[in-house]
Nanobody
């Protein structure tokens, strides 16, 4: 069983910073892409940023230049550093990862439980 455990959400004023962390645990062979998605009330879940095992990154246009994603492959951890936060960044943030349980299997997609980020104006 693979688990993704997020931490680091909270309440911050506009212009402030937060750092989200997600650690993968359980029994698995390797992890390909890891990333963060978010869902605001009444809206669909959207991609925030992703990073593959080789280090290439992808960001939503709305967060480029403000958010930075990084990963520690040895610790199976992905970090989202969020700077210059805006009220419109308020959402539940979900960690996501493509995990292969064994070499003979394909990658499965896993989600964390979500962590609330609230940015006040």
């Amino acid at each position: 069983q693979v688990q993704l455990v997020e931490s680091g959400g909270g309440l911050v004023q506009a212009g402030g910073s937060l750092r989200l962390s997600c650690a993968a645990s359980g029994s698995f062979f390797d992890i390909d892409a890891m990333g963060w998605y978010r869902q605001a009330p009444g809206k669909q879940r959207e991609l925030v940023a992703t990073i593959i095992s080789g280090g290439s990154t992808n960001y939503a246009e709305s967060v480029k230049g403000r958010f930075t994603i990084a990963r520690d492959n040895a610790k199976n951890t992905v970090i989202l550093q969020m700077d210059s936060l805006k009220p419109e960044d308020t959402a539940v943030y979900y960690c996501n990862a493509n995990v292969r349980i064994a070499t003979s299997l394909t990658y499965g997609n896993y989600w964390g439980q979500g962590t609330q980020v609230t940015v006040s104006s």
